[in-house]
T-cell receptor, first 111, second 110 residues
């Protein structure tokens, strides 16, 4: 039973480029969450999605960030025009209803 | 005042000792309480999940929640070097977004 899968595991972008992070939830899980972990900081909630719906995006920056969880395929976290401050580890979690199980994360480095 | 406070450590204890980790929080609306373990450059791994006050035991791990004091604890018995990791307390109001502590780095000395 595969866990939460994230790819790529490492992503390097130059300032101004776009970053796309993908998350495939565990089988049978219909809830997906994205969190960001900055160096020496705790995990911070970004967005909560169910299939084709954004349930809570209160943690998303107002500009440049977007997320989707389409009917088919993985959830995508998209960061447009990346800046150095976007460098962080981005974690996806999935849940059947209660407990959240985390993926291995994508480490984004912005040069 | 931060929503969740957790001593970052590091905490070093000898192998076999009992480890006590804890967090305090300010929002009395929190109902769900969790502990995650995170190894370096890995994703968080769920250790314990509890609802409301009380104790929960799973193998060498015991989680305690005291809502009246807004205080949660994780105890690790018979600690092993493989327990060396960062431990994150976490909580939520409903079964949705989780608020995390910053984590306590734990070192078990062989």
């Amino acid at each position: 039973n595969a866990g939460v899968m994230q790819n790529p595991r490492h992503l390097v972008r130059r300032r101004g480029q776009e970053a796309r992070l993908r998350c495939s939830p565990m089988k049978g899980h219909s809830h997906v969450y994205w969190y960001r972990q900055l160096p020496e900081e705790g995990l911070k909630f970004m967005v909560y999605l169910q299939k084709e719906n954004i349930i809570d995006e209160s943690g998303m920056p107002k500009e440049r960030f977007s997320a989707e969880f389409p009917k088919e395929g993985p959830s995508i976290l998209r960061i447009q025009q990346v800046v150095r401050g976007d460098s962080a580890a981005y974690f996806c979690a999935s849940s059947p209803k209660n407990e959240q199980f985390f993926g291995p994360g994508t480490r984004l480095t912005v040069l | 005042q931060k929503e969740v406070e957790q001593d970052p450590g590091p905490l070093s204890v000898p192998e076999g000792a009992i480890v006590s980790l804890n967090c305090t929080y300010s929002n009395s609306a929190f109902q769900y309480f969790m502990w995650y373990r995170q190894y370096s450059r890995k994703g968080p791994e769920l250790l314990m999940y509890t609802y409301s006050s009380g104790n929960k035991e799973d193998g060498r791990f015991t989680a305690q929640v005291d809502k009246s004091s807004k205080y949660i604890s994780l105890f690790i018995r018979d600690s092993q070097p493989s327990d060396s990791a960062t431990y994150l307390c976490a909580m939520s109001i409903r079964d949705d977004k989780i608020i995390f502590g910053k984590g306590t780095r734990l070192h078990i000395l062989p």
